[in-house]
């Protein structure tokens, strides 16, 4: 149980066009989701809190505009890249809390990487 | 903002030997986790613990959390090629998650 399914997993774009990047929770409801940006063989840095129903919340240095997020539904978040440029070339991945009987943690969509050429 | 250190950075070993992953911090967390990351997919929780002193086994993984919650290892006996992979530790508050910068351990054969 708690799958988060992440949409494409693999996407080439043009420098200039937009990317929407899907997450979707198959069995639980998400009202949190968290998007991440990771470079090679680095750490997960959080770009921005999602909820459901309500603005996203961005970490610092992030660009709003341009990092847009949706999370119109309980089990449904978007980023868009808008306006890609080959600086934004990266693995996003998104993640959701969960709770089990026996764990307590986040469950991590299978992460999408994009180039932008 | 709570950071955490993690150590070592990589850790490259022959098949058979054992290892330990650090991860420290200043700050006092109620709770960590460790995730381990393969090439081009999201990381996957392994173990979330809770308790000052906590002890947890999975298979040939001890993970230890430390008496004051600051500070939590990973041991892996006779580490096997496929537990290659990035170590990350992650804790944090109010859902938001914090992570280390992450072991990048590769086993030999």
């Known amino acids: 149980g708690a799958v988060v399914s992440q949409h494409p997993s693999r996407v080439i774009c043009k420098s200039g066009t937009s990317v929407k990047i899907e997450c979707r929770s198959l069995?639980?409801?998400?009202?949190?989701m968290f998007w991440y940006r990771q470079f090679p063989k680095q750490s997960l840095m959080l770009m921005a809190t999602?909820?459901?129903?309500?603005?996203?919340?961005?970490e610092q240095g992030v660009e709003k505009d341009k990092f847009l997020i949706n999370h119109a539904s309980l089990t449904l978040s978007t980023l868009t890249v808008t306006s890609a440029h080959p600086e934004d070339s990266s693995f996003y991945i998104c993640?959701?809390?969960?709770?089990?009987?026996?764990?307590?943690?986040?469950?991590f969509g299978s992460g999408t990487r994009l180039t932008v050429v | 903002t709570q950071l955490l250190e993690q150590s070592p950075q990589f850790l490259s070993i022959q098949e058979g030997e054992n290892l330990t992953v650090y991860c420290n911090s200043s700050?006092?967390?109620?709770?960590l986790q460790w995730y381990r990351q393969e090439p081009g997919e999201g990381p996957v929780l392994l173990v979330t613990v809770v308790t000052g002193g906590e002890v947890k086994k999975l298979k040939r993984l001890t993970f230890q959390f430390g008496d004051a919650r600051k500070d939590s290892s990973l041991h892996i006996t006779a580490a096997q090629p496929g537990d290659t992979g990035l170590y990350l530790c992650?804790?944090?508050?109010?859902?938001?998650?914090?992570f280390g910068k992450g072991t990048l351990l590769t086993v030999n054969p």
């Open positions: 993640s959701a809390p969960r709770t089990t009987v026996s764990n307590y943690g986040y469950t």
């Open positions: 999602s909820n459901e129903g309500s603005k996203a919340t961005y």
């Open positions: 700050s006092v967390f109620s709770s």
């Open positions: 069995d639980f409801q998400a009202t949190t």
């Open positions: 992650g804790g944090g508050s109010n859902y938001k998650l914090t």
